[in-house]
């Protein structure tokens, strides 16, 4: 039975250690001036500068996020578990009244709520920059925008915290943790792509759209830009996604699955270890 008052325990240690290093300040400011950046100069290719629609400023954004959650995410939450362990403080948790599980969770925890409060605080200032020419339906959806963002972040922590897991030192867990950003941000879109080129297009449809339920990133670009109609033919393979899995609830849900699943592989994995 797991104990939450341990698990908030270990989580408000890891949050206040971002706030005390100025983690969570750092990784705010850098989401606020790039965000700030990319929404107005979003549309300089097309000859406009300036704050535009919120399409096509969350359209601008998504590349961002894309780009950057994932890394941070990653690379915030790599060494929680193997560098407890080289570190020999692993040992002296566990001899506390604590599980396995409640140590893992409430370090997830206290990670994901320092990385949330660094996404929304960072987007945050975006939005209120953007609020004045926003009705309520856009401000809904720079809202859905940001809550998706923390989405990602989140989906690739329990992929870090898997990895930090499974690896046997710090090195491997570093190394792992940007092998799977190079594979989720810039390999798998283009072995998908490289797959339609091959087959002619033939094995396209349903096939491919599902694939990309695959990836947390795909999912999340989906989920932001693929009812933007005018914006589908500038982002791969969004363009070739069918209709039917396009429903957000759908979407959110695997968003979701893609934090739990990888949590409890890291739950279970740690649990079993000597």
């Known amino acids: 039975m797991l104990d939450p008052a341990q698990i908030l325990t270990v989580a408000g240690k890891e949050f206040h250690d971002r706030l005390r290093n100025r983690w969570v300040l750092a990784v705010a400011l850098v989401f606020t001036v790039f965000a700030l950046v990319i929404a107005y ?3 300089a290719q097309q000859g ?10 969350i359209a601008s954004l998504v590349s961002l996020v894309i780009y950057l959650i994932p890394l941070i995410a990653l690379l915030l939450g790599f060494d929680a578990i193997v560098g ?25 925890a206290g ?43 989140c989906s690739f922590l329990s992929i870090a915290l898997m990895l930090s897991v499974f690896a046997t030192d710090r090195t491997r867990a570093s190394g792992l943790a940007i092998a799977c950003w190079f594979f989720f941000v810039l390999v798998f879109d283009l072995l998908l792509l490289g797959g339609l080129v091959a087959t002619s297009g033939r094995w396209g449809g349903d096939v491919f759209g599902w694939l990309l339920l695959a990836n947390p990133t795909d999912v999340f670009r989906v989920l932001n830009i693929f009812t933007i109609d005018e914006m589908r033919s500038l982002h791969g393979l969004a363009s070739v996604f069918p209709e039917a899995l396009a429903r957000p609830w759908l979407l959110v849900a695997v968003m979701i699955s893609w934090v739990v699943v990888p949590l409890a592989v890291a739950a279970r994995r740690f649990r079993n270890l000597a």
């Open 41 to 43: 100069f979003g549309a």
């Open 48 to 57: 406009a500068v300036g704050f535009r629609s919120i399409h096509l400023t």
């Open 84 to 108: 407890e362990r080289e570190r020999g403080s692993l040992d002296l948790l566990l001899s506390m009244p604590i599980t396995r599980t409640e140590l893992l969770l409430g370090k997830y």
């Open 111 to 153: 990670l994901a709520a320092a990385l949330t409060v660094s996404t929304v605080a960072g987007f945050g200032v975006v939005g209120l920059v953007l609020l004045p020419s926003l009705d309520a339906g856009a401000t809904l959806r720079f809202a859905g925008f940001v809550f998706t963002s923390v989405l990602l972040g």
